[in-house]
């Protein structure tokens, strides 16, 4: 693992944005899957608008569109091909550049399957390749042929590139990249690779650029972040400890030192990595929201092993109670899987039984997506669609049973919230979130964006609360 400047790539944005200049080109980018996609998005917003193309949402309007793909379940590959289908004429009708990037374009089954039916295509490039993206760019600019660049390594640690965020309140901040776990139903570690952490002072440094410029929340983002800096410990590599952060614990109690940042959140953590020393930064630190994400994926043991979680149920709900012990005001998260392959109603009933002890602040939940190339990909005992669709609205009425019920006795409570800006669905009403990020709208002035205010709690729906200020 290497940690590489992009002195070449920044050059090469150069030259595009010279091939360019004066001829008002505009862009739109299509995100699909996780706040890792979405970050690396940012990432290519700002290369293309150091190239100078303007973003736009108008997919006719367009000189370049780029998708930036997810390969986690497979209505991502649905709508990747049916939004290819889309964009065909605007290539047939004006020369469109289409490129195509993201964790998808890491399966070569997708790409040889893009060649035979999606043959109109000009760049693909993989995860390890992000950075190359104004070299291919260029080259189809200049020489007109299609590009594929896609490595089946291990990338490189990439710093300096140009980012683009329009969220000017809350800001993603990658601390490390892979996954070394391979759950049997996980396609990550195969196309995102091993884990390569962010020597901390890019990290701390990032962050500190992001309250100067007036962002006040902050997301720590990693398929592992409690396993930061683990990999490279293990293979003997050494980063400077810039202001003492040798751990994810570390990291947290330097950027809750950071002024201007008024909290921090983190996605995804491991339950079995989840050691004290996080736990006891999470308490201390009091920027770092005490919402915590812990996915469960089961509560089932058994299904847990065969899915290499690496954990059982009485583990976690152990884990769970030494949090709460320990965290005064913790709320909890979670993702879960349901119909997984060999899962009988006893190991359903065991999900149910830890949703009902946790009483989860959030659940997300998922009906399991074979995905090619994974263990479970190829378990016989795949469970029957119609029942992984009863099990999962069993699921649901639980969960939200449990969402309304904790709604409700947050009526009558003072909350601060972050606040974001205007609703979505009621232009008359602002919108923000509170430390256990739940939605809250209130009503009051534009000059309160991206302020911390405090919110009584006046009335309670399902998928928000609503406040008035204190």
Known sequence: MAKIEVDKQLEDIKKVASLNEGKNLKYCILTMGCQLNENDSEKLCGMMESMNYTKTDKLSDTDLIVFNTCCVRENAEDKLFGKLGEVKKYKEAKGTIIAIGGCMMQEKHIVDKLKQSYPFFDIVFGTH??????????????????????????????????????????????????????????????????????????????????????????????????????????????????????????????????????????????????????????????????????????????????????????????????????????????????????????????????????????????????????????????????????RFDRLKQLVESQISERNKEYVGTVQKILVEGRSKTNDNMLTGRSDSNKVVILEGCDELVGKMVEIKIVSEHMWYLKGEIV
């Open 129 to 390: 390749t992000l950075q190359e993206f104004p070299t291919d760019l260029y080259n189809v600019l200049c020489n007109k042929k299609r590009i594929e660049d896609v490595l089946d390594i291990d990338g490189d640690v990439i710093e300096g590139l140009p980012i683009s965020r329009e969220d000017k309140i809350k800001a993603s901040v990658t601390i490390m990249n892979g996954c070394n776990n391979f759950c049997s139903y996980c396609i990550v570690p195969y196309v995102r690779g091993r884990e390569r952490s962010r020597e901390p002072r890019d990290i701390i440094n990032e962050v500190k650029k992001l309250a100067e410029q007036g962002y006040k929340e902050i997301t720590l983002l990693g398929q592992n972040v409690n396993s930061y800096l683990r990999n490279e410990k293990e293979k003997g590599i050494e980063f400077e400890q810039y202001e003492g952060v040798n751990s994810f614990a570390t990291l947290l109690r330097a950027i809750n030192k950071i002024d201007g940042i008024e909290r921090i959140r983190f996605v995804s953590p491991h339950p079995k990595d989840f050691t004290d020393d996080v736990i006891e930064a999470i308490r201390d630190c009091e920027k770092v929201c005490k919402l915590v994400h812990l996915p469960l994926q089961s509560g089932s043991s058994e299904i847990l092993k065969v899915m290499n979680r690496k954990y059982t149920k009485d583990q976690y709900l152990s884990l769970v109670e030494k949090m709460k012990n320990q965290i005064p005001n913790l709320t909890l998260s979670t993702d879960i899987i349901v119909g997984f392959p060999g899962e009988t109603e006893e190991d359903f009933e065991d999900t149910l039984d830890v949703v009902s002890k946790v009483n989860f602040e959030q659940v997300y939940m998922f009906i399991y997506s074979r995905r090619v190339g994974t263990p479970g990909d190829k378990m016989e005992n795949q469970i029957p669609e119609d029942i992984k669709h009863k």
